[in-house]
């Protein structure tokens, strides 16, 4: 068993150190998550039922809580799924995973449908490239702080080493991430900046996906 002390953290750090846990525990096991409000509770709950995760938490005192998360074997997790999707067409239910990216939103969520930020380049704005840069760490650090989280962040060419492994930006995008915002990263970029192995937030996209997200969109954001 894996133990994560997030006590005093506020969201979504609990999530987050939750997430980097299972992930470093690489395999079947168990996570207990300490915080201090039922709001993180929810979340972690949130969080493993997305993943298909065992999850269950108690109250130790008044202001004290423990999340017991457990990660199945590989073959064990796929089977749970394939029996829920199974259970969702029996009852004409959707599968959780098919309503959107609700798998680790703070509560109340407070992403805003079809809004994207687009990041296109590691700099914001033109004239000194220093300042570019302190600007676009400041502007994706001001993107964790809105009321209004955006549904998407979409970064390619220049954008796309900020995903990346030694990236400024790297925490604040995830921890936009574990708000339920959505990270994706041209693979054409990736692999042209020799970053393929290098993603470190967020999952890998092509052009045709890029292209389809922004035309659906209602707000699209480019600093």
């Known amino acids: 068993m894996i133990k994560v002390n997030a006590m005093g953290d506020t969201c979504p750090i609990p ?27 929810q979340n972690l709950t949130k969080m ?28 064990q997790e796929e089977g749970n799924e ?24 703070c509560i109340p969520d407070g992403r805003r449908k079809k809004k994207i930020v ?23 650090y001001a993107l964790t702080e809105l009321d209004q989280l955006p549904e998407t962040i979409l970064l390619y060419n ?20 574990a708000q339920g915002v959505e990270i994706l990263t041209c693979g054409t ?7 393929t192995d290098k993603l470190a937030v967020g999952s890998v996209t092509n052009m045709y996906a890029i292209a389809e997200k922004m035309s659906e969109a209602d707000t699209i954001i480019c600093p």
């Open 82 to 105: 394939a029996s829920r999707k199974g259970d969702a067409a029996q009852t004409g239910a959707a599968p959780e995973a098919s309503r959107g990216a609700e798998d680790t939103a």
């Open 48 to 75: 493993a039922k997305q993943k298909q995760y065992e999850c269950k938490s108690e109250k130790l005192s008044g202001d004290e809580y423990r999340v017991i998360i457990t990660v199945p074997a590989k073959g």
């Open 189 to 195: 970029c990736l692999n042209y900046y020799g970053l």
């Open 15 to 41: 999530v987050i150190k939750t997430k980097n846990a299972i992930k470093e525990m690489n395999g079947a096991g168990e996570v207990e998550v300490l915080v201090d409000n039922e709001i993180a509770v």
């Open 158 to 177: 220049g954008g796309a080493p900020l995903s990346c492994e030694g990236s400024d930006s790297l925490e604040d995008l995830k921890t936009l991430e």
């Open 118 to 140: 687009v990041l296109r380049s590691g700099k914001m704005g033109e004239g000194n490239d220093e300042l570019g840069a302190v600007l676009m760490k400041g502007f994706i």
